[in-house]
């Protein structure tokens, strides 16, 4: 009888430090890269692994796999993006295979694990943008509780070297919560642009 209640014990208390989806499980010993670091330091972090979430904002399906744009959330405990009306920026997701974006809807959050392939060129309606990219090794697509529309999300800028800034503006967020089937909308005050590299809200800058 001892024996079997320990066991049960034991099991519980792993099922509690297993906070994260089975899917997105790793080692204790796995270091993991953050955002800010991917942006910053790209090629010191290079083939690194990651663990991001965020909120979709494109899907592009191409022949043999599917690239993800995410805007970028940080997760909390359960590895379940927090989103927001700003952001510290967007990255890539490279999947093999086919993704239906009926189903991976823009708005719909996810989190992966996946590993740094770098940094590559794009844009963000006309805005030139520099993403950090990254191949899936596992993902998880949360229950569609709340959808938020890309679109009003700010991406705060900043410049890491290249000579782009951006053009300020000021837009909306909406937050649509499918279970009470409301939305509220939330003014921004904040400039925002898709130029640069993404960096950390809250870095301390060190007078010399």
Same mark, same amino acid.
């Given at each position: 009888?001892?024996?079997?209640?320990?066991?049960?014990?034991?099991?519980?208390?792993?099922?509690?430090?297993?906070?994260?989806?089975?899917?997105? #499980?790793?080692?204790?010993?796995? #270091?993991?890269?953050?955002?800010?670091?991917?942006?910053?330091?790209?090629?010191?972090?290079?083939?690194?692994?990651?663990?991001?979430?965020? +909120?979709? +904002?494109?899907?592009?399906?191409?022949?043999?796999?599917?690239?993800?744009?995410?805007?970028?959330?940080?997760?909390?405990?359960?590895?379940?993006?927090?989103?927001?009306?700003?952001?510290?920026?967007?990255?890539?997701?490279?999947?093999?295979?086919?993704?239906?974006?009926?189903?991976? #809807?823009?708005?719909?959050?996810?989190?992966?694990?996946?590993?740094?392939?770098?940094?590559?060129?794009?844009?963000?309606?006309?805005?030139?943008?520099?993403?950090?990219?990254?191949?899936?090794?596992?993902?998880?697509?949360?229950?569609?509780?709340?959808?938020?529309?890309?679109?009003?999300?700010?991406?705060?800028?900043? #410049?890491?070297?290249?000579?782009?800034?951006?053009?300020?503006?000021?837009?909306?967020?909406?937050?649509?919560?499918?279970?009470?089937?409301?939305?509220?909308?939330?003014?921004?005050?904040?400039?925002?642009?898709?130029?640069?590299?993404?960096?950390?809200?809250?870095?301390?800058?060190?007078?010399?």
């Amino acid at each position: 009888m001892n024996i079997r209640i320990c066991t049960i014990l034991v099991a519980l208390f792993l099922v509690g430090c297993s906070t994260f989806p089975d899917k997105l #499980q790793l080692d204790d010993t796995t #270091q993991l890269i953050s955002y800010e670091d991917a942006g910053s330091k790209a090629e010191q972090v290079k083939g690194k692994m990651l663990r991001w979430g965020g +909120a979709i +904002a494109k899907v592009e399906n191409k022949p043999d796999s599917t690239v993800f744009e995410m805007v970028y959330y940080p997760l909390n405990g359960y590895g379940r993006p927090v989103s927001g009306d700003e952001s510290m920026g967007r990255y890539r997701i490279v999947i093999n295979g086919f993704m239906d974006p009926m189903v991976y #809807q823009v708005g719909r959050l996810m989190t992966f694990t996946a590993q740094l392939n770098g940094l590559e060129k794009g844009l963000v309606g006309e805005h030139e943008y520099v993403f950090p990219t990254a191949t899936v090794e596992a993902y998880y697509l949360w229950k569609n509780v709340q959808r938020i529309d890309v679109r009003g999300v700010h991406v705060w800028p900043y #410049q890491y070297g290249y000579g782009y800034y951006p053009r300020p503006y000021h837009r909306s967020l909406i937050i649509h919560n499918s279970s009470r089937n409301s939305s509220h909308r939330v003014q921004a005050t904040r400039p925002s642009g898709a130029t640069n590299y993404p960096k950390p809200v809250n870095t301390k800058r060190t007078k010399r």
